[in-house]
């Protein structure tokens, strides 16, 4: 069970300027227009891409659940679509854990070892940290690079996890071999 599991979160692996440059490359759509979104993740072998944002709930932040995931189907007309149980038990869910007022630790139900911080940043907005290349950074896009394989067993190139320094805002990015 743990190996599917991190075989999920390797496939859930999937961002400012040189980031988005990076997405229109491979021809990746980069999702705009949300002021709840934190990152997204994009993965081959298609363009539909997994948006994940802040959950409100009566205007406060959803203390159960305060980052909501959810598909943009642009392989079928860029409708939104809702992860389904298996998406959310085995693969794209997260986990939460409230640490403090207005401070959460967020992992994948996948891997838990990907640990990301919820938390207020210098700019009072509600920001997704983790670390890139040791450093703290604001988490804006994920990309998992997949050359063959198969569903339960993909052939996995490269995860880039790409972030800005919240101190300087240069763009940073973190390639793992897997």
């Known amino acids: 069970m743990i190996m599917i599991r991190r075989i999920f979160f390797i496939i859930t692996l999937l961002s400012s300027f040189s ?11 980069i999702p705009t227009g949300n ?47 809702e992860l389904n149980f298996i998406q959310k038990t085995f693969a794209y869910g997260l986990k939460t854990k409230n640490i403090a007022e ?10 838990k070892k990907f640990k990301m911080y919820l938390k207020l940043g210098a700019d009072n907005k509600f920001h997704l940290y983790t670390s890139i290349n040791k450093k703290t950074a604001e988490l804006t896009s994920i990309y998992l690079k997949i050359n063959g394989g198969a569903f339960w067993t993909p052939n996995i190139e490269y995860v880039d996890i ?16 897997i």
């Open 19 to 29: 980031i988005n440059m990076i997405a229109q490359e491979i021809g990746f759509p």
């Open 35 to 81: 002021s709840r979104q934190l990152f997204y993740l994009q993965r081959t072998p298609n363009k539909n891409t997994l948006v994940y944002e802040l959950n409100y709930n009566k205007g406060n932040i959803d203390k159960e659940d305060p980052v909501h995931g959810y598909w943009i189907r642009y392989q079928e007309d860029g409708q939104k679509e």
């Open 102 to 111: 207005n401070q959460y630790e967020i992992c994948f139900v996948s891997y």
């Open 162 to 177: 790409y972030g800005i320094d919240p101190i300087s805002r240069s763009v940073m990015k973190e390639r793992m071999k």
